[in-house]
């Protein structure tokens, strides 16, 4: 059976420059039918504006799930971002 809707999750936590690159490589993909679930584990203000430019470039359709910085809790942003999309 395929999938109805592709959701591609990408962890980050204050790291703006690779997340950079990795959102450039997927606006670059031939296939452009998926969502792009960012997991953030309570990144600063300048991961947020480089998600809202690439919002505003209206090339990825991206889910941004945020969490405030208490230490390391990588999984519990990921379980909250999984679980709150429609994505299959």
């Known amino acids: 059976m395929d999938p109805q809707s592709i959701g591609v999750v990408i962890t980050t936590y204050n790291s703006s ?6 959102l ?3 606006e ?3 296939f452009k039918d998926f969502r792009v679930i960012i ?3 309570g990144s600063n ?3 947020r504006a480089l998600i809202d430019t690439f919002r505003v470039r209206d090339i990825l359709k991206i889910d941004h799930f ?4 208490e230490g390391f809790r990588k999984c519990q942003i990921l379980n909250k971002a999984i679980a709150e999309t429609a994505c299959d």
Do not use: P
Not at 17 to 22: A, F, R
Not at 66 to 69: A, N
């Open 17 to 22: 420059v690779w997340l950079e690159k990795v």
């Open 24 to 26: 450039t490589g997927y």
């Open 28 to 30: 670059n993909q031939s």
């Open 39 to 41: 997991a953030d584990d």
């Open 45 to 47: 203000d300048e991961t």
């Open 66 to 69: 945020w969490q405030e910085d």
